[in-house]
């Protein structure tokens, strides 16, 4: 069983870039896909973007696509999600979570981690 735990959180001026990491630790680390998920409280989680294990598949969401980038690194056990050019629209609680299939819908996720708070305001 994986267990994930997210840093990189914090206030950022719109327009500004900010780095989102999560370390996954567990020996099925190299079967799951991993995910980025976001939340505001009151509203529905959204699906930000996933990555493959060898990372030749990446998907993003519409309001992402062209301003963040995900990536991982399993050797380090780490995935990221680089944001730049960020909105107030962007402002949330992040998520990572792995699961045994792809794409941006929550339901196939398994794990989860705690969750990192981003807010972007000026």
């Known amino acids: 069983q994986p267990q994930l735990v997210e840093s990189g959180g914090g206030l950022v001026q719109p327009g500004g870039s900010l780095r989102l990491s999560c370390t996954v630790s567990?020996?099925?680390?190299?079967?799951?896909?991993l995910g980025w998920f976001r939340q505001v409280p009151g509203k529905e989680r959204e699906g930000v973007s996933c990555?493959?294990?060898?990372?030749?598949?990446?998907k993003y969401a519409d309001s992402v696509t062209g301003r963040f980038t995900i990536s991982r690194d399993n050797v380090k056990n780490t995935v990221y999600l680089q944001m730049n050019s960020l909105k107030s629209e962007d402002t949330a609680v992040y998520y990572c979570?792995?699961?045994?299939?792809?794409?941006?819908?929550?339901?196939?996720?398994?794990?989860w981690g705690q969750g990192t708070q981003v807010t972007v305001s000026s």
């Open positions: 979570a792995a699961g045994t299939g792809y794409g941006l819908g929550s339901g196939g996720y398994d794990y």
């Open positions: 990555i493959t294990w060898s990372s030749d598949i990446t």
């Open positions: 567990g020996a099925t680390y190299r079967y799951y896909t």
